[in-house]
């Protein structure tokens, strides 16, 4: 194969929105506090604020709880490898 950067971007993409099993979430979960919007999946959630600040607000929570998950699924990961050797 003579043209395999033709076919990073596409790696990139599954890479990003996949979900990782030491982390059980994507790292675009992670960067940006919400799920991807996908081409094939077209209907956006809507989000309805009394102000600006709230989507924010939002965000910040879920990221939160988002690192918090990824954290505690790694260490339960490195136990289970712990474990096995």
Do not use: C, M
Request: net charge positive; proline share 7%.
């Amino acid at each position: 194969l003579n043209n395999w950067d033709a076919f990073l971007p596409s790696i990139v993409y599954a890479y990003n929105n996949g979900i990782h099993s030491s982390t059980g979430i994507s790292p675009y979960q992670l960067a940006f506090g919400r799920r991807p919007r996908h081409p094939f999946n077209p209907h956006a959630t809507t989000f309805v604020f009394s102000k600006p600040h709230d989507y924010w607000t939002q965000v910040i929570q879920y990221r939160n709880t988002a690192l918090k998950q990824a954290k505690q699924h790694i260490i339960h990961q490195q136990e289970l490898s712990k474990n096995s050797f």
